[in-house]
């Protein structure tokens, strides 16, 4: 019961913030729900779900409560098959999808040898993809792992960088650098790199090399340009599997011409290539983060249709341009003409 209602009671408070039709009282160990008819059932649902899980050894969070709510409102599956599918344990802590995108993108990354995730920040896209590298390694399914993302600053210029060129590119990499850390054991991670089991690249050293029997991970891949999309997926070699992770409303290119971007309409329908497409509603970080995603999304969108306006000739209000000043012309044509006649009289 205590892991049920979580710490100061979180889950509980979350529970009743879900169904707030719902009036939920706890003594010992009985739960007693009362309300609407509908709202109890499924307040009802949620709860021997979430019981479910907590048998099975799953942590459960805030967030998992609404997710499971989700899920279960979908129907498609239960939160049980989502939320207690374990990738990797590292320190006490269990790495697993939370939401139903996350494990469409963990169930494809099993099954293709390609898998795309595009989706905005916090969705889980190189966290997840990581700890499937490290779970591919760990299970002897590939040789090597390797991590890459171009070296790209996000907006500024950073100018020059002092030391050698491991150190230049230490801070473009070191995200990658934090996630193996949290995943293995800090003092195996430098043994690994070392030896080149584990391997942190920028994008620009991958011309010419074919990559065998790894688990390959390119993050931030919006930043690529076509034609290094092109030079990454050619490098695939045999018993290799590739992940390529961006978000396509963060591109920082000078000219925003992303590689991630096109290859989505080129490759899209290739047999054992996936897109794995997330939303907001995958976002696992502070609650926040999905609201920002979504006021974001919706301003692209009017931004877009202002701009569609203008190439057609017309204002965001759909008054057409060309209209406009064809009227203005016949307007001002008309007034010579009076202007010439009174001339004459």
Not at 69 to 94: C, D, F, H, M, N
Not at 111 to 137: C, D, E, N, S, W
Not at 176 to 201: C, H, Q, R, S
């Amino acid at each position: 019961m205590v892991r049920l209602l979580g710490p100061q009671d979180r889950l509980l408070t979350r529970l009743e913030r879900e169904f707030p039709g719902v009036d939920v009282h706890v003594r010992g160990n009985r739960v007693a729900l009362d309300g609407e008819p509908s709202q109890v059932s499924a307040a009802e649902r949620l709860v021997r779900e979430l019981v479910t899980m907590v048998r099975d050894g799953v942590d459960l969070g805030p967030s998992d409560v609404s997710t499971s709510a989700r899920i279960l409102e979908r129907g498609e599956t239960t939160p049980a098959e989502v939320l207690s599918q374990s990738i990797i344990s590292s320190r006490g802590k269990s790495i697993r999808p939370k939401t139903l995108g996350q494990k469409a993108y963990v169930d494809a990354m099993d099954h293709h040898t390609v898998t795309f995730g595009i989706g905005p920040a916090g969705t889980g896209k190189t966290y997840l993809a990581m700890a499937k590298a490290v779970q591919a390694l760990q299970r002897k399914e590939v040789d090597r792992i390797i991590l890459s993302r171009p070296a790209i600053e996000a907006g500024e210029r950073l100018g020059f960088l002092p030391g050698t060129l491991t150190d230049k590119i230490d801070p473009y990499l070191r995200p990658l650098y934090d996630a193996l850390n949290e995943m293995m054991d800090p003092e195996i991670v430098p043994k690994l790199l070392a030896t080149g089991t584990v391997e942190v690249a920028p994008l620009a050293y991958m011309r010419g090399r074919t990559l065998n029997n790894s688990f390959v991970v390119l993050d931030e891949a919006q930043n690529t340009t076509p034609e290094q999309m092109k030079m990454f997926l050619t490098r695939l070699g045999f018993g290799t599997r590739m992940v390529i992770t961006g978000d396509i409303t963060q591109i920082d290119l000078p000219l925003g011409a992303s590689g991630l971007q096109l290859v989505s309409h080129i490759l899209d329908g290739v047999d054992d290539i996936h897109f794995a497409r997330l939303t907001s509603d995958d976002v696992v970080r502070h609650s926040l983060v999905g609201r920002i995603v979504d006021a974001y999304t919706l301003y692209d969108a009017e931004q877009q249709a202002r701009q569609h306006a203008r190439d057609l000739g017309g204002d965001p209000d759909g008054h057409n341009r060309a209209a406009r000043r064809g009227r203005a012309a016949a307007d001002s044509t008309a007034r010579g003409h009076e202007h010439k006649g009174r001339r004459r009289s």
